[in-house]
Nanobody, 117 residues
Framework: QVQLVESGGGLVQPGGSLNPSCAAL????????MGWYRQAPGKQRELVAA???????KYADSVKGRFGISRDNAKSTLYLQMNSLQPEDTAHYYC???????????WGRGTQVSVSS
């Protein structure tokens, strides 16, 4: 069983930055594509960014140029550098692990990001 534990969310003013992280416990981290998803009230969960075990990354159009996803396989930790945050980025952010060679998927409980003046 893999446990994903997010931290680093919070309240920030528009234009500010946050750097949440996700620790993967009990996982052979490098065999999972890791992703950040978000869900705002009344909206569907959407992919924010994802990164494969070898480091290939992709982003939602809405965050390109503002967010950066990275991973440290030695520490089994995923990061999301969030810059130039806007009120529309307010959501609950979830960490996701999807096996690249095995059919397994895990979710964290999420961390809240709120952008408001």
């Amino acid at each position: 069983q893999v446990q994903l534990v997010e931290s680093g969310g919070g309240l920030v003013q528009p234009g500010g930055s946050l750097n949440p992280s996700c620790a993967a416990l009990g996982a052979v981290f490098r065999i999972y594509t890791m992703g950040w998803y978000r869900q705002a009230p009344g909206k569907q969960r959407e992919l924010v960014a994802a990164i494969t075990g070898s480091g290939y990354s992709k982003y939602a159009d809405s965050v390109k140029g503002r967010f950066g996803i990275s991973r440290d396989n030695a520490k089994s930790t995923l990061y999301l550098q969030m810059n130039s945050l806007q009120p529309e980025d307010t959501a609950h952010y979830y960490c996701n692990a999807r096996g690249e060679y095995i059919e397994r998927e895990f979710w964290g409980r999420g961390t809240q990001v709120s952008v408001s003046s």
